[in-house]
């Protein structure tokens, strides 16, 4: 009873020192066993101590006691070797990962992936670099933008051109990213959707398919969807069917510089303002820093471990949430 008191003591002690390592139950094993080693390794200690040199020293030579004791070795024994079995699997999965744990947890402000630490990339590993802002419109710009700017991006540019457009929520990949209203007789209705793919590769036919079922759901009859790297033919063919305008980096560039030369300019600082080209955190909206660990570079979230997104280096549209 001892032993099992002490247990439950130490579960409770390692949850609320470290909250971050609640884990569900469909997360695997592996990630459970994560932690400081020095906290099982502690316990198993305990109920062999107090089996074989507190008790004994204490009670004297009680033999109710005695027998108390005798009939708690196999219990202590047993609660030693499961938390010194914890112990070792910890040790060695931090060994592994590149370093202590505690090492992991001074760095939880952007650590990398639950399994291994991280540090911050050198700006050779794909940090944004310190160079001016483009003083004009190009595909490249386009490109570079990283997902949410070039959101937001998109919903000023209907703002420029006297649309009422809203951006919505940050949620998972595939969603309505900005609402349009143009019925003069009812403001508040949505008239169309917009879904915007900041990606340097060809938009296939899977994400229009969603657009159109998202036109249903929404009850619009009328959806953009705005993409930099274009779209495949089947996309093409598909939204045509279902009178979806695409709008790839040409033609979203050519009506970009059709704007009133003050309006452009004035969309082009917004653009390229601050850390253009560093990706937002999808689930925080929060700017995501370069990270590298063995298995090489990523983007993480600065507020790790209360965030554990991550996006590949290089990468222009988030992972789903």
Same mark, same amino acid.
């Given at each position: 009873?001892?032993?099992?008191?002490? /247990?439950?003591?130490?579960?409770?002690?390692?949850? &609320?020192?470290? @909250?971050?390592?609640?884990?569900?139950?469909?997360?695997?094993?592996?990630?459970?066993?994560?932690?400081?080693?020095?906290?099982?390794?502690?316990? /198993?200690?305990?109920? =062999?101590?107090?089996?074989?040199?507190?008790?004994?020293?204490?009670?004297?030579?009680? &033999?109710?006691?005695?027998?108390?004791?005798?009939?708690?070795?196999?219990?202590?024994?047993?609660?030693?070797?499961?938390?010194?079995?914890?112990?070792?699997?910890? *040790?060695?999965?931090?060994?592994? /990962?590149?370093?202590?744990?505690?090492?992991?947890?001074?760095?939880?402000?952007?650590?990398?992936?639950?399994?291994?630490?991280?540090?911050? +990339?050198? @700006?050779?590993?794909?940090?944004?670099? &310190?160079?001016?802002?483009?003083?004009?419109?190009?595909?490249?710009?386009?490109?570079?933008?990283?997902?949410?700017?070039?959101?937001?991006?998109?919903? +000023?540019?209907?703002?420029?051109?006297?649309?009422?457009?809203?951006?919505?929520?940050?949620?998972?990949?595939? !969603?309505?990213?900005?609402?349009?209203?143009?019925?003069?007789?009812?403001?508040?209705?949505?008239?169309?959707?917009?879904?915007?793919?900041?990606?340097?590769?060809?938009?296939?036919?899977?994400?229009?398919?969603?657009?159109?079922?998202?036109?249903?759901?929404?009850?619009?009859?009328? +959806?953009?969807?705005?993409?930099? !790297?274009?779209?495949?033919?089947?996309?093409?063919?598909?939204?045509?069917?279902? *009178?979806?305008?695409? =709008?790839?980096?040409?033609?979203?560039?050519?009506?970009?510089?059709?704007?009133?030369?003050? +309006?452009?300019? *004035? =969309?082009?600082?917004?653009?390229?303002?601050?850390?253009?080209?560093?990706?937002?955190?999808?689930?925080? !909206?929060?700017?995501?820093? /370069?990270?590298?660990?063995?298995?090489?570079?990523?983007?993480?979230?600065?507020?790790?471990?209360?965030?554990?997104?991550?996006?590949?280096?290089?990468?222009?549209?988030?992972?789903? !949430?």
């Amino acid at each position: 009873m001892l032993s099992a008191s002490l /247990a439950l003591s130490w579960v409770r002690r390692d949850s &609320s020192m470290y @909250p971050f390592r609640k884990r569900n139950p469909d997360q695997p094993l592996g990630t459970v066993l994560q932690g400081d080693w020095r906290v099982p390794a502690l316990v /198993a200690t305990v109920p =062999l101590l107090l089996v074989y040199l507190i008790v004994p020293l204490v009670g004297g030579q009680d &033999s109710v006691l005695a027998v108390v004791i005798k009939a708690a070795v196999p219990f202590a024994w047993f609660f030693a070797l499961v938390f010194g079995a914890v112990a070792v699997v910890r *040790r060695i999965g931090g060994k592994e /990962a590149g370093g202590d744990e505690s090492g992991s947890r001074a760095g939880a402000e952007g650590a990398g992936p639950e399994t291994e630490p991280a540090r911050d +990339a050198d @700006p050779s590993g794909g940090c944004p670099d &310190s160079s001016e802002p483009p003083r004009e419109w190009s595909i490249d710009v386009l490109r570079r933008m990283e997902w949410k700017r070039f959101e937001d991006l998109c919903c +000023a540019f209907y703002r420029e051109k006297g649309i009422r457009a809203l951006t919505t929520p940050l949620g998972p990949e595939g !969603g309505v990213d900005i609402h349009l209203f143009q019925d003069a007789a009812d403001p508040a209705r949505i008239t169309a959707i917009v879904q915007c793919r900041a990606q340097n590769e060809p938009v296939g036919e899977g994400p229009v398919r969603r657009l159109h079922e998202l036109m249903g759901r929404e009850a619009v009859d009328k +959806a953009f969807f705005m993409a930099p !790297g274009g779209f495949t033919g089947q996309a093409r063919a598909y939204a045509a069917e279902q *009178r979806i305008v695409l =709008l790839d980096g040409r033609l979203f560039l050519a009506m970009l510089r059709r704007l009133p030369a003050e +309006a452009s300019a *004035r =969309l082009l600082e917004f653009a390229t303002e601050g850390d253009w080209t560093v990706p937002t955190c999808p689930n925080c !909206g929060v700017k995501l820093v /370069a990270r590298r660990t063995e298995e090489g570079l990523f983007w993480g979230c600065r507020l790790y471990p209360n965030c554990r997104c991550r996006l590949p280096m290089g990468a222009g549209e988030p992972a789903a !949430g």
